[in-house]
């Protein structure tokens, strides 16, 4: 693990700059403004705990109940994790080697052309959700226009074809699950950009990261120990991508884990006729799985894997599950607040919710029938 000490902005960020500026924020590679978790500590303790616990362990999962338990708790992580793997080193070779303004200066001024452009420049960009919000919050820092950083902050997690192809092995031999996901995840961040230039404020998107180095942000990199000397641009960015995706990894990793235990719990625990009524009630299966998404925060790259496991729901409301997920939920809205403030998440969040459960149920109707 790479070390850090508490030493002063100057020293950390100019050791950055030797490599050019990159989507990572330069207050986050600061150690003195970011908190982290002991996330390998903790999977070691964990691992010895569970090698310490065993007897009492094969016992707890002998009877049927709790093997079906492990098995479809299991076979949901496996599944998921090579798409998770995959996208934090993506997410992390973007920190490390995109530059910074980039996508602002290839953004149009013009909101209307703008935002679906920067919509689409989200399939170009793989990257779980975590990372979105920072380098949203960059590209206005930059002088783009919020509203198609906003649009492409919704989009980048949903339309990379890290997540485009997780959903298609998710759903095998179901192209128009695909298809409807990618549909709804693009409209959802059209009409939430158009949507921000007609009806938001400048006042809202006024506190990028940058700007407010205590705020809480989703790449808070572990980054080389400062030498009086800048450090060659080659290994600081590499020092950069090696910490991004182990953080990525480490943070995504937890929400996938919680992710298929409760998909595990809700199959095993929860009674049959009930799954089973709320998957035939139209309206409130929908709103059940969306506000599922919001709460478990599971990473993009995987939540189609939690999503094709919830089979007693209708197939418009796992669309909605996979639809909200990525646009909001639990950890986003902390991002949101940390990097744009909190007056901008009391309002974002909301919007996001509705329009994303309104976008998968008109899209789901059409086209999942």
Sequence with gaps: MISHRRTGPSSTVGAVAAAGSTLVEDSTLDPATRRRWPTLELLAAAAVAALLLRPMLVRAFAGPAAQTWATMFVSLTVQALPFLVLGVLVSGAIAAFVPAGSLARVLPRRSAVAVPVASLAGMLIPG???????????????????????????????????????????FPGQPAVVVARFVASFVTAVIVGLGWAHFGRAAWTARPAAAHPSADDALRCDVPEPHAAPMPAAETRLAIFSATARHDFGHAGGFLV??????ATLQVL???????????????????????????????????????????????????????????????????AGTFGRSFAARFAPAAFLVALASAALVGGLLLR
């Design 128 to 170: 779980c959700e975590c990372s979105s919000v920072p380098v949203a919050g960059r590209l206005v820092a930059r002088g783009a226009p919020a509203p198609a950083a906003l649009a492409f902050m919704l989009a980048a997690p949903a339309l990379n074809p890290v997540v485009i192809v997780a959903t298609a092995v998710a």
């Design 258 to 263: 919680l992710g298929a235990a409760t998909a």
């Design 270 to 336: 929860v009674p049959r006729s009930l799954l089973d009524g709320l998957g035939g009630s139209g309206v409130g299966a929908v709103i059940t799985l969306g506000l599922l998404a919001v709460v478990l925060a599971v990473c993009s790259e995987a939540d189609a894997f939690v999503a094709a496991s919830l089979v007693q729901f209708s197939a418009t409301a796992r669309l909605a599950f996979m639809v909200v997920g990525p646009a909001v939920d639990v950890k986003l809205i902390a991002l949101q």
